[in-house]
């Protein structure tokens, strides 16, 4: 396993010693703290939050965040959170990135566009992994269009009243602060704003949802009725704190992007350990041509879409951002990832079917990389309009 990830890095002219360190620094975390205690999580569908507080320790939930609030910003460029995001996929197991990272959407409108006060009380809890964060966008009535969302905050003298609901929210029941959008004006992105709600606020309630991957990471519905926010949990102007989130996409398109190629690695991996024992017609599986030019069209998938990755970080790091390029990461690394996880269950045979591979939990995970943090019909169509293909 590891000589294929250290190997494509070694190439790279993006990643030295620094990115190194936190590979190994997240790698030695996963085998100690995730690999052991894994297959109960996703066998009893929950992970203890103890794990979130012991990545914090370890400097993991606080990556690129800034120093004054607990994170380590000084050296760190978006290819240490590529790294963390690789060795996180090392696992094996997707939702361990929503279970441990998923502050990573929800706090920076927070820190863009929250006051001091909510800052400090939010920011140094949820970078030692001591709180846990949620971000609310999408609603049973759909996700894609966020613009039509209909969950409502009207302002009562100090006070905004919450009524609605929102659908399939990673860390929904265990999250301590739930960024959500809400309608506080009249149709459209310009009438959403940003509301923190806390968990216990009278009227707000969570049900767990039982999904076909990502076990050991809970997926909630929240409803909200006549939830009382404080107007001092807005986040950023009423009516003006939606494009945070917009611009918080790129970030999570690149960083998705990259798991989907340290998942699809591992997938590799597996078929390929496979292929060298397995014995069919008298010799070994990689001794039939057709297998082995499979792996190296598994490889070749994933190394393209790697150099697409760090093009995109580049461009990131930069500050030459294009949506489209992002959107269009997007897609490209879930169809590598889908592509080589149904390669690798070919492989793999029968073994592919029966849960104790990798490869059978990656290839029912594959599914969400798709739909959720834009699908890929959206995302395309983006990309489309942003190139001026209309
Ligand atoms: C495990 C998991 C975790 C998630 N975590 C979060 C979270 O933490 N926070 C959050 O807010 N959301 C979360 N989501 C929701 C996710 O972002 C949405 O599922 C996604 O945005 C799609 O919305 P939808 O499911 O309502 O599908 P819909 O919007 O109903 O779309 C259904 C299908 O129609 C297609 N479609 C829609 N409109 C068009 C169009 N105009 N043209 C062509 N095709 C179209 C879509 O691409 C999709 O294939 C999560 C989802 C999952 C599965």
């Given at each position: 396993m590891e000589a294929i990830f250290d190997a494509w890095r070694v190439r790279s002219?993006?990643?030295?010693e620094t990115h190194e360190e936190i590979s190994h620094l997240v790698r030695r975390f996963i085998q100690k703290e995730v690999l052991p205690n894994l297959d109960h999580w996703e066998a009893t569908c929950d992970t203890p939050r103890e794990l979130n507080r012991k990545a914090g320790e370890a400097g993991i939930t606080g990556l690129g965040f800034p120093e004054q609030y607990g994170g380590t910003s000084e050296g760190i460029d978006i290819f240490h959170n590529l790294v963390c995001a690789e060795e996180l996929a090392l696992a094996g197991a997707g939702g361990i990135h929503s279970v441990l990272m998923t502050h990573f959407v929800a706090l920076p409108p927070v820190l863009a566009m929250g006051s001091e006060e909510m800052k400090q009380r939010i920011a140094p809890a949820v970078l030692r992994g001591e709180k846990i964060m949620a971000l609310g966008i999408t609603e049973p009535s759909g996700g894609s269009d966020v613009a039509r969302l209909k969950t409502t905050a009207v302002r009562r003298g100090g006070k905004y009243i919450v009524n609605g609901s929102k659908m399939f929210i990673s860390n929904g029941m265990r999250a301590d602060y739930y960024v959500v959008a809400v309608r506080t004006g009249g149709e459209g992105m310009k009438g959403i704003s940003l509301l923190l709600i806390e968990k216990g606020s009278p009227g707000f309630t969570q049900t767990k949802l039982d999904k076909m991957g990502w076990h050991c990471s809970d997926t909630a519905a929240l409803y909200f009725d006549d939830v009382e926010v404080p107007v001092e949990n807005l986040i950023g102007p009423e009516n003006g704190g939606f494009i945070k989130i917009l611009e918080n996409f790129n970030a999570e398109r690149l960083v998705a992007a990259q798991s989907c190629c340290g998942q699809a690695r591992v997938c590799l991996t597996e078929a390929a350990e496979w292929a060298k024992q397995r014995y069919t017609f008298g010799k070994?599986?990689?001794?039939h041509q057709v297998i082995r030019v499979k792996l190296a069209d598994m490889q070749r998938h994933i190394d393209t879409t790697q150099a697409f990755v760090d093009l995109c970080a580049w461009r990131f790091r930069e500050g030459k951002i294009n949506a489209a390029d992002f959107a269009l990461l997007k897609v490209q690394a879930t169809r590598t990832f889908e592509r080589v996880a149904r390669e690798a269950a070919q492989v793999l045979g029968g073994a592919s079917y029966i849960r104790g591979t990798k490869t059978e939990r990656l290839y029912r995970e594959v599914r969400v990389y798709a739909i959720g943090g834009g699908s890929e019909e959206i995302l395309l169509d983006l990309a489309g309009r942003q190139l001026g293909y209309c």
């Open positions: 002219p993006f990643y030295n070994r599986l990689t001794e």
